[in-house]
């Protein structure tokens, strides 16, 4: 094996030989660079303002139209998706489903005698719109570790789920439940999980939700419409578990 390092520098750098691969960098990548890869959407993975003039640039079709539906820019990528293979200077570059947000993906660099995995952001547990992400077959594995501590154990999918429309029942029997969560991930979730109810749609999830097609609910401006505004003074408040 040829001489390998990966480590953080505002993003994840792996070395291998003369190769060199950024994912998700948050400042502008050190030159030279094969390619550039973004594994996601939100803002902690991925900084536009960095990414001009960046090739050859990798992402999902969902990932760039997110970023062009959020932040307003347009950048130059190379569309990857689930079951990609791409060769870059003689290195295979594979894709997977992450299952973390829509258009999430891990990546698989392959050397040749050496295959190194980046998990990105990922959830093994298939959700109302994302099927789980599967094991990857590598010789490093290179993973993201929010709820890494064996202390976070969440409760299934299909129980948060029941939970969620129980709480909505509830609160739409006589009033508005107003549910928080990010407008990239949770947003599209508990769009998806509430599409039947009559849903108002913050507009920072609505303008990531129209470029997904997840055309359901209406704008939320402010305020709920007026037959239903006597009762926002006191509308129930809930917080969707990360
Ligand atoms: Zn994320």
Same mark, same amino acid.
């Given at each position: 094996m040829g001489r390998f390092r990966a480590y953080y520098d505002d993003g994840i750098v792996v070395e291998y030989e003369n190769s060199r691969f950024v994912i998700?960098?948050?400042?502008? !990548? *050190?030159? !030279?660079?094969n390619a550039v890869l973004i594994t996601h959407g939100h803002r902690d993975h991925v900084n !536009?303002? %960095? +990414?001009?003039? *960046? #090739?050859p640039l990798i992402m999902s079709d969902e990932t760039a139209r997110i970023i062009r539906a959020r932040d307003g820019d347009y950048l130059r990528h190379i569309t990857v998706g689930p079951g990609s293979r791409l060769v870059i200077d003689n290195v295979l570059v594979e894709s997977f489903n992450? &299952?973390? *947000? %829509?258009g999430s993906l891990s990546y698989v660099l392959d050397f040749g005698d050496l295959r190194v995995g980046i998990t990105g952001d990922f959830n093994v547990e298939p959700s109302i719109l994302l099927s789980g992400a599967k094991g990857l077959d590598v010789d490093v594995l290179i993973m993201e570790a929010t709820y890494g501590d064996p202390d976070y154990v969440f409760p299934s999918r299909r129980e948060v789920y029941e939970e969620l429309r129980a709480i909505v029942d509830d609160g739409t029997r006589d009033g508005v439940t107003v549910l928080m969560g990010q407008p990239l991930g949770r947003g599209q979730e508990l769009t998806a999980l509430l599409k039947d109810y009559q849903l108002y749609v913050e507009p920072s999830i609505k303008v990531i939700n129209n470029v997904l097609g997840l055309r359901y609910g209406s704008v939320a #401006? &402010? +305020? !709920?419409?007026p037959w239903l505004r006597h009762h926002y003074g006191n509308p129930q408040r809930h917080h969707a578990p990360h």
């Open positions: 998700d960098p948050l400042k502008k !990548p *050190v030159t !030279p660079f !536009p303002r %960095v +990414l001009y003039n *960046v #090739s992450a &299952g973390h *947000v %829509v #401006s &402010g +305020l !709920p419409p």
